[in-house]
């Protein structure tokens, strides 16, 4: 019986089995259970019994300036019957959403039994008149008026359908003043499209229907030098003319004009 000999010089080649990573293999686990339990739960999400998922929490993650927290929870708890995989969060975030102070709502469930609530509020800008008031974007909406809180804010009076156009002028005007108390209290603009302006110290002006921020910017330029030695006096400026502009002056006031 012969051998098979081993020539000297050669290298004898062997292979080890190495273990399986012990954490890819827990990762591996955990993926496949993840994967059978989402996919039960999708298969029979219908046949689920809905008492053994109650939605036990409400958290509200925003802080609420205008909104009661009170207000929020009595909407989700209309749904919250239904049970954590049937409730409705597209209807509670619509009805969220008709609440005055609400311009946007969001809504999610979380795991196990939470949902979940943020709202975008409205930022108040002006007051639209005595019915409501203006947001950032020129929009209206119709809260309880609390003039306590915003007394502060200007009031606009115009056709319907002109808030956005009223926003814009507004802030170009607004924002040129430096003083605080030549800011804009009132904007109006009548059913022709002619524009009023009062300001906080009382002077009042017409704009006319064009050009409305460019007259504004002529007369701001000429306030400092003319204007303002005359406050007290002053009825009305109409700036509706060209090249300048008109004094009405208040009744049994006719000051000396000098410089």
């Known amino acids: 019986m012969s051998k098979r000999r081993v020539q000297q010089g050669a290298t004898r080649i062997t292979t080890e089995k190495k273990p399986l990573n ?9 993926g496949f259970v993840s994967i059978t339990l989402s996919s039960f739960i999708y298969m029979n999400r219908d046949q689920i019994s809905l008492g053994d998922y109650p939605i036990n929490t409400v958290r509200v993650e925003t802080q609420l300036i205008n909104v009661a927290d009170e207000e929020i929870r009595n909407i989700v708890a209309e749904y919250a019957g239904d049970g954590f995989f049937k409730v ?55 809260p309880e008026l609390t003039t306590s809180k915003y007394g ?30 030549e800011k804009i209290t009132h904007l109006e603009m009548n059913a022709r499209r002619a524009w009023k302006v009062e300001l906080k110290n009382g002077l009042r002006m017409q704009l006319g229907r064009e050009n409305i921020t460019q007259r504004f910017a002529r007369f701001k330029d000429v306030y400092e030098l003319t204007v303002s030695k005359y406050i007290d006096v002053i009825e009305l400026i109409d700036l509706r003319y060209t090249n300048g502009f008109a004094v009405q002056w208040r009744e049994g006031a006719q000051p000396e004009i000098t410089g």
């Open 22 to 30: 012990r954490k890819w293999l827990a990762w591996i686990l955990f």
């Open 88 to 142: 409705n969060v597209e209807m509670i975030k619509q009805e969220l959403e008709l609440l005055a102070w609400v311009d946007v709502a969001m809504v999610k469930r979380q795991w196990p039994d939470k949902v979940v609530v943020r709202l975008v509020e409205h930022e108040p800008i002006a007051f639209w008149g005595d019915e409501g008031m203006i947001n950032s974007r020129g929009e209206l909406f119709f």
């Open 152 to 181: 502060n804010l200007p009031v606009f009076i115009g056709p319907d359908g002109t808030s956005a156009n009223m926003m814009k002028a507004f802030i170009k005007m607004n924002t040129s003043i430096e003083n605080s108390e």
